[in-house]
C-alpha cells in the first residue's frame, strides 16, 4: 500500500500519463531541454514520489512517461478513431503476441472476435463523443488465435477540440476470471447440496432440530418437525429465554416431571458438547393432548474442532407406545371389565400385604361370586351377561376406596383387596355395602334384572400371612356364605372346613 505520500496511480491516472506522453510526442508541447530545468510539474512530482526519486533530479518528462509506460505489464497502446494503431508498448507484446512492428500503422479487427464487435461500435460511438471507458471487461483475440479476457480502459484525446486519438489500457484478467468462474460453481455446487440436504430432511420422517449456536437463541427444524408441534414452517423453536418469537405451546415431560431448558437433548448437546442417545421424552400440549418421542442429539464443531451448535432427530413413538399400553392392558387388565387380572390383582395384595407389616396394620381380602348368573346367562344370552358383568364391576369400584383394589377372576368371580385396616370388621362394612350395591336392580337390554352376590372374607394376619392362601380362604368362606342362602358373606372360620364343597 502507499502512504499518504506516495500515492498508487490508478487507471485514470495512467491515463492521463498517456495523454500526456501522446501529446509531447506529437510536439503539441515543447519538449526542449529547458524544460528540464523547469520546476517539475504536479505529474512529474506524483510519479517521482511514486518512484521514490529525489524530485531535483527527475528525469526528463517524455522518457519519465515513455519508461513508467514500456514497464508496465498491462497492454498499453494508442489509435486513431479508425482503429490504425500509433503506439505499442512490451505489455501489449506480452499479452496479445504480437511485436510493436507487427502492429503500428495497421488496424488489427482481428484483434476482436466477430462475436464481440458489436460491444467495439458501442465503445468507439462514446469515445467519439468525448466519453472515457473504465473498467469494461471484454474478450480479445491473440496472434495465436487463443483467447484472453481483458479489462479495458480507454480515453479519448483531443486536438483542436475534437477527439484524435485514444489511448487505451487492457489488463490480463484471464486468472481472476478463472478463479472468479471456480468461486461462482463452487457457489453453485454448495446452494445446489444445501438445497439437496433441505429437501432430504424435509423427505425424512424424524423430526430434525438444529441448534445454530451454543446457547440454543436459534433453534430450527424440517418440515416433520414443524408438523410434530404445529409451528409454522421457518419457526424458531427455540425455548431459551432469549427467544423474541412466540411462546411455545407445548411442554415438554420426562418420567412425568417437567424439563428445564438446560435438560433438553439439543441443549445438552450445543452447550455441554456430549452426545445423548435413545432419549424418551413427553410433549403435552396446550389442548391435553400427548405426544411421545425418541431421540438422539449431537454436538457440532467447526473445522477447527469450535462447539458451535448441535443437531437433533426425534421419532414419534405415540402409537408405540398406544400399542405397548394396550398389551399390557391386555396383559394386567380385564378386556371386558377394566379390572386387573391375577397378575396385577396378586401385585396389589403382595404391595398391601407389606404396608400391613410394616405398620402392624390388617388386609382384607373379599373373595364375591354371583348367585345364579349362569342361569341369566344361559336364559338372555352372553351380551346380557357381559353388560351385566360390566355393570357389576362399576358399582363395585364406587363402594371401595381409593386405595382398595377390585379384580375379576374370571367368569362371574371379583376379589377385593383391602389394605390398612383397623380391624376385621372394618371389611364387614365394605362386604354390606357391596350386598347393598350389587343387590339393587338392573336395566339390561331393557329388561329389568336382580342379582345378589355371596362373599368370603379372610383377614391379614389373622388367618394367614401370604396371598395364595388369603385367596384360598376366602374363597373357602364365600362358598360357606353360599351354603348359609346366598347373599351374604362369611370369614373365614377354620371350625367350618368340613363344609367346603372338595
Given amino acids: 500500500m502507499a502512504g499518504?505520500?506516495?500515492?498508487?496511480?490508478?487507471?485514470?491516472?495512467?491515463?492521463?500519463?498517456?495523454?500526456e506522453l501522446h501529446g509531447l510526442i506529437e510536439g503539441r508541447r515543447p519538449a526542449t531541454p529547458a524544460a528540464a530545468t523547469e520546476a517539475p510539474s504536479k505529474l512529474e512530482s506524483a510519479v517521482a514520489r511514486q518512484l521514490r526519486a529525489p524530485e531535483g533530479r527527475i528525469a526528463p518528462h517524455p522518457q519519465l512517461l515513455a519508461a513508467i509506460v514500456e514497464s508496465s505489464s498491462d497492454a498499453i497502446s494508442s489509435?486513431?478513431?479508425?482503429?490504425?494503431?500509433?503506439?505499442?508498448?512490451?505489455?501489449?507484446?506480452?499479452?496479445?503476441?504480437?511485436?510493436?512492428?507487427?502492429?503500428?500503422?495497421?488496424?488489427?479487427e482481428d484483434l476482436v472476435p466477430a462475436a464481440y464487435r458489436p460491444e467495439l461500435t458501442e465503445i468507439n460511438r462514446r469515445l467519439a463523443l468525448g466519453e472515457s471507458v473504465l473498467d469494461f471487461e471484454t474478450v480479445r483475440r491473440r496472434k495465436d488465435g487463443s483467447l484472453v479476457q481483458v479489462s479495458l480502459n480507454l480515453s479519448p484525446i483531443f486536438e483542436d477540440g475534437r477527439v484524435a486519438r485514444i489511448c487505451s489500457i487492457a489488463r490480463d484478467i484471464t486468472a481472476r476470471k478463472v478463479t472468479e468462474t471456480a468461486l461462482h460453481e463452487a457457489l453453485l455446487r454448495e446452494q445446489s447440496r444445501a438445497s439437496e440436504l433441505a429437501a432430504v430432511l424435509d423427505a425424512v420422517p424424524a423430526a430434525v432440530?438444529?441448534?445454530?449456536?451454543?446457547?440454543?437463541?436459534?433453534?430450527?427444524?424440517?418440515?416433520?418437525?414443524?408438523?410434530l408441534l404445529d409451528l409454522p414452517a421457518g419457526s424458531n423453536m427455540s425455548r431459551n429465554a432469549g427467544n423474541t418469537g412466540p411462546a411455545p405451546g407445548f411442554r415438554i415431560f420426562r418420567n412425568g416431571r417437567e424439563l428445564a431448558t438446560e435438560e433438553l437433548p439439543v441443549e445438552k448437546a450445543a452447550r455441554q458438547g456430549v452426545e445423548v442417545r435413545g432419549f424418551e421424552e413427553e410433549i403435552i400440549f396446550e389442548d391435553g393432548s400427548i405426544k411421545h418421542l425418541i431421540g438422539n442429539a449431537k454436538p457440532l464443531h467447526d473445522g477447527q474442532g469450535t462447539l458451535y451448535g448441535a443437531v437433533a432427530a426425534f421419532i414419534d413413538i405415540s402409537e408405540r407406545k398406544e400399542a405397548e399400553d394396550h398389551i399390557r392392558r391386555m396383559a394386567h387388565l380385564d378386556p371386558l371389565t377394566s379390572l386387573p387380572y391375577r397378575t396385577l390383582l396378586m401385585d396389589r395384595l403382595q404391595q398391601a400385604l407389606s404396608i400391613s407389616q410394616r405398620n402392624q396394620s390388617r388386609t382384607g381380602v373379599l373373595f364375591l361370586d354371583l348367585d345364579r348368573f349362569k342361569e341369566i346367562n344361559d336364559r338372555l344370552g352372553h351380551h346380557v351377561g357381559d353388560q351385566l358383568l360390566q355393570e357389576v364391576a362399576v358399582?363395585?369400584?364406587?363402594?371401595?376406596?381409593?386405595?382398595?383394589?377390585?379384580?375379576?377372576?374370571?367368569?362371574?368371580?371379583?376379589?377385593?383387596?383391602?389394605?390398612?385396616?383397623?380391624?376385621?370388621?372394618?371389611?364387614?362394612?365394605?362386604?354390606?355395602?357391596?350386598?347393598?350395591?350389587?343387590?339393587?336392580?338392573y336395566v339390561i337390554a331393557g329388561q329389568k334384572l336382580a342379582i345378589t352376590p355371596s362373599?368370603?372374607?379372610?383377614?391379614?394376619?389373622?388367618?394367614?400371612?401370604?396371598?395364595?392362601?388369603?385367596?384360598?380362604?376366602?374363597?373357602?368362606?364365600?362358598?360357606?356364605?353360599?351354603?348359609?342362602?346366598?347373599?351374604?358373606?362369611?370369614?373365614?372360620?377354620?371350625r367350618s372346613e368340613f363344609h367346603v364343597p372338595k
Fill in 4 to 19: 499518504k505520500d506516495s500515492p498508487e496511480f490508478d487507471k485514470r491516472q495512467l491515463l492521463d500519463i498517456l495523454t
Fill in 79 to 108: 489509435r486513431t478513431l479508425d482503429g490504425t494503431l500509433l503506439t505499442w508498448n512490451r505489455g501489449a507484446e506480452k499479452i496479445y503476441g504480437y511485436s510493436a512492428a507487427e502492429v503500428i500503422g495497421t488496424c488489427r
Fill in 209 to 227: 432440530f438444529i441448534a445454530h449456536d451454543r446457547e440454543c437463541r436459534r433453534v430450527t427444524g424440517n418440515r416433520a418437525a414443524s408438523e
Fill in 395 to 441: 358399582r363395585l369400584r364406587t363402594v371401595i376406596r381409593e386405595a382398595d383394589t377390585v379384580s375379576r377372576l374370571g367368569g362371574d368371580e371379583f376379589i377385593v383387596v383391602l389394605p390398612e385396616l383397623h380391624e376385621a370388621e372394618d371389611a364387614a362394612g365394605v362386604a354390606r355395602k357391596i350386598l347393598n350395591a350389587i343387590s339393587a336392580e
Fill in 455 to 494: 362373599l368370603g372374607i379372610s383377614i391379614y394376619p389373622d388367618h394367614a400371612e401370604e396371598a395364595a392362601p388369603l385367596l384360598r380362604l376366602a374363597d373357602k368362606a364365600m362358598y360357606e356364605a353360599k351354603q348359609s342362602g346366598r347373599n351374604t358373606y362369611r370369614f373365614y372360620d377354620p
